[in-house]
T-cell receptor, first 115, second 113 residues
Framework: KAGVTQTPRYLIKTRGQQVTLSCSPISGHRSVSWYQQTPGQGLQFLFEYFSETQRNKGNFPGRFSGRQFSNSRSEMNVSTLELGDSALYLC??????????????FGQGTRLTVV | AQTVTQSQPEMSVQEAETVTLSCTYDTSENNYYLFWYKQPPSRQMILVIRQEAYKQQNATENRFSVNFQKAAKSFSLKISDSQLGDTAMYFCAFMISNYQLIWGAGTKLIIKP
């Protein structure tokens, strides 16, 4: 069974640009969550999608957005990039329902560097 | 506020020793799930062990076990017969009904040969 796939693995962008990250969940998983990991703030929740609907959103500015497609693949977009957006972005997939739905499986992350 | 506290930023033990990582959390919810994840240098977050708060029995997975004290809101991880491959960052986390993981700051565990 294939794991969670995140693309690209590495990305370098300039301040002010926008970026789109992609996440393909494990087959059969309907929930995709996104987390930002930085040395200073640790792991912070961005948002969670289930069956194409955003169920939950973390405390991030509106420059951070996401969506989920009918095949459960998800993208997150960051517009008007700032230096502080440099981070490892982790995607997690899960069944999304019931007790088993709490088990989250992570991709290897996308390392975004803003210069 | 929902928080997770890992009081040990770094720990170091000899191979084959037993090590315990501490974690305390705070939530007003009664139904939640607790997790320990490891993140090796490859960056991929890997689930180590999972505990459902309504279950009194402590979870075990091979060399990994937890000591779950619900009243004290404590969830420590014990690694027995530690191996070099256990070297990683270990994160304690919990999830309530909104499917959002709340994370601790992590403990860097180094297993020395």
């Amino acid at each position: 069974k294939a794991g969670v796939t995140q693309t690209p693995r590495y990305l370098i962008k300039t301040r002010g640009q926008q970026v789109t990250l992609s996440c393909s969940p494990i087959s059969g998983h309907r929930s995709v969550s996104w987390y930002q990991q930085t040395p200073g703030q640790g792991l912070q929740f961005l948002f969670e999608y289930f069956s194409e609907t955003q169920r939950n959103k973390g405390n991030f500015p509106g420059r951070f957005s996401g969506r989920q497609f009918s095949n459960s693949r998800s993208e997150m977009n960051v517009s008007t990039l700032e230096l502080g957006d440099s981070a490892l972005y982790l995607c997690a997939s899960s069944l999304g329902e019931g007790a088993r739905g709490t088990e989250a499986f992570f991709g290897q992350g996308t390392r975004l560097t803003v210069v | 506020a929902q928080t997770v506290t890992q009081s040990q930023p770094e720990m170091s033990v000899q191979e084959a020793e037993t090590v315990t990582l501490s974690c305390t959390y705070d939530t007003s919810e009664n139904n939640y799930y607790l997790f320990w994840y490891k993140q090796p240098p490859s960056r991929q977050m890997i689930l180590v062990i999972r505990q459902e708060a309504y279950k009194q029995q402590n979870a075990t997975e091979n060399r990994f076990s937890v000591n779950f004290q619900k009243a004290a809101k404590s969830f420590s991880l014990k690694i027995s017969d530690s191996q070099l491959g256990d070297t990683a960052m270990y994160f304690c986390a919990f999830m309530i009904s909104n499917y959002q993981l709340i994370w601790g700051a992590g403990t860097k565990l180094i297993i020395k040969p």
